[in-house]
């Protein structure tokens, strides 16, 4: 990986600006990688339109402007609908299919991961919904580590929330690695068909 440039697309609330800046952070302090997190919002507290600009790099980064992500993560059809043609040709497109309908269109691979209703069943609290979709994005790019995300997340969420949000980011990568495997159907791949043992930060994972 030279440079990997991704947008994170969304509505106030949904913690898209959290997500890419906690995966700019791990590339930064733990993978010793370039990054550059921009950001846009609208005027409203919740609900309004979010993009966060993420490149990553082995190189300087002169120029922190996406103008074609390699990525697009749309949370919401208003942010499909008003980023879905800024993604390159043969880029990765990951949605949730609760929350966005993508046209055929499109060049770029689509992986319409459930990522909202894994969490509603797994955890029942959609706030750790961004984190999941962290991990999603991780699985399925690789451009960074999961146990530099685990270490780069424990600088962000309170100790006593530290253990749901991990386990978000556990079923996101499970749903990541389950794409990844042509079993997109596979919502808790991770925590059902595998183990993850976390010792030190470190992440290591076992197949049957």
Known sequence: MSRKSMVFAGSGGQGVITASIILGEA????????AVQTQVYGPEARGGSTRAD???STEPIRFPKVISPHV???LTQEAYNKF???IRPGGLLVVDPQFVTTSKN????QAAVPMYETIK???GKPVVFNICMLGCVSAITDVVRPESVVKALKNHIPANYLAMNTKAF??????GEAWLSGRPGVSAFYEKDSKIHMDDGA????YP
């Open 27 to 34: 590339a930064c302090l733990y993978e010793g990688l370039h």
């Open 54 to 56: 993420l490149v990553i």
């Open 72 to 74: 697009l993560i749309c």
């Open 84 to 86: 879905g043609s800024i």
């Open 106 to 109: 499109t060049d770029a691979r």
């Open 121 to 123: 069943r797994e955890i």
């Open 170 to 175: 556990k079923l996101g990568l499970g749903l």
């Open 203 to 206: 992440c290591h994972t076992e």
